[in-house]
């Protein structure tokens, strides 16, 4: 240690960005790594890389902010060896990132017009290293410094690199041997030990078979386990993106390590619609992920998908936007499994063990799979069924027992409604052109799709203002010629402003009557936006009409649940995105020049 006691001269005041001892404490790391090739010190690389990082970066930095190499090395002597270490050392140099911020460091220490023997010997020695550092003809950064340096692309690490994981796959791919004779070692032992040492190589691209000859082997016995290590680091790279899989090395990756299949499903909810997304992108992002895929192909997988979106649902108490992505996966789910039918024996119900029985059938039944004319009759049976759950519920809150129970099975029952919300958005179309008398079961089914845990009189009293709701859409789009009814349009404004601590009907609901009314509504399409502008307006909920709206256009074009004027219900549907659209527009400079103050 003595040798580099000249480091620990440096006065740190002359280095703001970088800390003497940091620095020493890594050139140390640097110096310990290459005098050894244990799995400790493997592991021991493994698990500093995410640091190591961060620090080249902050060491990236300072080299720029020097005015020449001769500068920086007066500043940090040691720089070269500890830049030289890292860049032979494999396990560092076969990371992405690192290898991309070694080449940066190297070419802010490259002088193109060299001053002084210094700066003449420093070229020198950064050519010499990158005969080393370069691994692919196609990285960018080589190709641009080995330009300037003029030295010619060579693949010896990459042949090394290349060489050592092949040497790696052969300890893996053989079945487990018998072990009849005591004497005979299994061959899954070296497993472990395979995947550990793979570990610092895992955004490595020639790392690639192995690692999905890893993930793909069968488990023949206890001794096949992969390293956690080496899990976390492939689980961390490929959520990262910094490394690309195969989709079965994907699945297989999910099998091994739930923390990665749980950090796929949470990625989807950065995509929940929000001021820059929609529905329709959401669903097209839900579509473009593996999950609903891999979920049909593996029941396993849907399972613990399916127990983190109940979690999920539960914590947010129904959030539209959760429900959007429910909708979203449990479609494209419903899509892949279709055209798995006659690949695999796994019964439906099988993947939703805790619903239901007696309504899995009847909400996972498409629209579209029977006749219009039956719709009306189903959702009255579907609601006859909820509605029976429900007061079993209630008839058991007096045993604590049977009242849990209670809980969970209507818990279980608005799961699957959130999830097979095709047939809510059937109800409420059909809310639209029935009259106030046959409205019962459908306005009883859309209460309970946005307030299940409402019981007793809340329940009561939420039928009560929805059925009002009702009766004032009907009668604002009964108008033919202006002016609309302004008590009408206030009231609607205030139902969707509700006041706290008092039971009042979800905004989402009205929000979906009020569009459903202006697109299916049997009158001239003249007053439907006037009335969308004037309540929406009125209730600043604009962005979240918009939602609705675009909700209702992608379930009707998935669903086919529309009636035999499409053309006109599409159009309709344009024309109050136009209205929303503007509106919006209108809003904006006020908006911007809010948070600028």
Avoid at 376 to 391: P, V
Avoid at 475 to 495: G, I, N
């Amino acid at each position: 240690m003595t040798q580099l006691q000249p480091l620990m001269q440096l006065q740190q005041t002359a280095e703001p960005l970088l800390k003497v001892q940091e620095m020493q404490f890594w050139l140390d790391k640097a110096v310990a790594w290459g005098q050894a090739d244990r799995p400790d010190t493997q592991k021991d690389t493994c698990l500093h890389l995410r640091r190591l990082r961060d620090f080249l970066q902050q060491l990236l930095t300072h080299i720029n902010n020097m005015s020449s190499t001769t500068e920086t090395m007066k500043r940090l002597p040691f720089l070269g060896q500890f830049l030289g270490r890292l860049c032979w050392n494999p396990y560092v140099s076969a990371d992405a990132i690192s290898r991309r911020l070694m080449f940066q460091c190297l070419w802010g220490l490259y002088s193109e017009h060299p001053g002084n023997a210094v700066e003449r010997k420093a070229n020198q020695w950064i050519q010499k290293v990158l005969c080393q550092l370069a691994t692919e003809e196609e990285d960018t950064a080589a190709q641009a410094l080995m330009k300037h340096t003029g030295v010619p692309s060579k693949e010896y690490h990459l042949k090394v690199l290349r060489k050592r994981v092949a040497l790696l796959q052969q300890n893996i791919g053989k079945s487990c041997r018998s072990l009849g004779d005591i004497n005979q070692r299994c061959s899954c032992d070296s497993i472990l030990a395979t995947s550990e040492a793979c570990a610092p190589l895992v955004t490595c691209p020639e790392a690639a078979p192995l690692i999905g000859a890893m993930l793909q082997q069968p488990v023949t016995c206890v001794r096949a386990t992969l390293s956690e290590h080496f899990l976390e680091a492939l689980s961390s790279a490929y959520a990262s993106q910094c490394l690309s899989l195969e989709e079965q090395t994907v699945v297989s990756l999910w099998h091994h390590n739930l923390s990665s299949l749980e950090e796929a499903v949470l990625s989807l909810l950065e995509c929940l619609p929000n001021r820059t997304s929609t529905p329709q992108r959401l669903e097209q992002n839900v579509a473009q992920s593996l999950l609903p895929k891999a979920s049909a192909q593996h029941i396993s997988i849907f399972l613990v998908v399916n127990d983190i979106f109940r979690s999920i649902l539960k914590q947010t108490e129904g959030t539209q936007s959760v429900k959007y992505l429910i909708q979203s996966f449990t479609s494209c789910f419903l899509r892949e499994l279709a055209q798995l039918k006659h690949q695999t024996s796994v019964p439906t119900k099988a993947f939703f063990p805790q619903s239901p029985q007696s309504l899995l059938v009847p909400l996972l039944t498409l629209p579209s799979e029977m006749p219009q004319e039956a719709w009306r009759h189903h959702l009255n049976w579907l609601s006859g069924s909820l509605q029976r759950l429900t007061e079993e519920e209630e008839e058991g809150d007096g045993d604590s027992s049977s009242s849990t129970r209670g809980h969970r099975k209507v818990f279980e029952a608005w799961f699957l409604l959130v999830q097979c919300a095709h047939w809510v958005q059937v109800a409420v179309q059909l809310l639209v052109t029935l009259g106030p008398d046959d409205c019962g079961p459908l306005l009883w089914l859309l209460t309970f799709y946005h307030h299940p845990t409402n019981r007793g009189h809340h329940r009561e009293l939420q039928l009560v203002q929805a059925r009002d709701v009702l009766d004032c859409l009907h009668s604002l789009f009964l108008v033919l010629a202006p002016p609309l009814p302004a008590d009408r349009l206030q009231a609607l404004v205030a139902r969707l402003s509700p006041q706290p601590q008092q039971p009042s009907l979800s905004p989402s609901l009205i929000l979906n009557l009020l569009v459903n009314f202006a697109v299916f509504f049997q009158r001239p399409l003249s007053a439907s936006p006037d009335i969308l502008q004037a309540v929406v307006d009125g209730s600043g909920l604009v962005e979240e009409a918009a939602c609705v709206l675009s909700s209702l256009e992608l379930r009707l074009n998935e669903a086919s649940c529309l009636s035999s004027d499409a053309n006109r219900v599409h159009l309709r549907i344009k024309a109050l995105q136009n209205t929303l659209t503007h509106m919006h527009a209108a809003s904006s400079p006020a908006e911007n020049q809010a948070h600028a103050l």
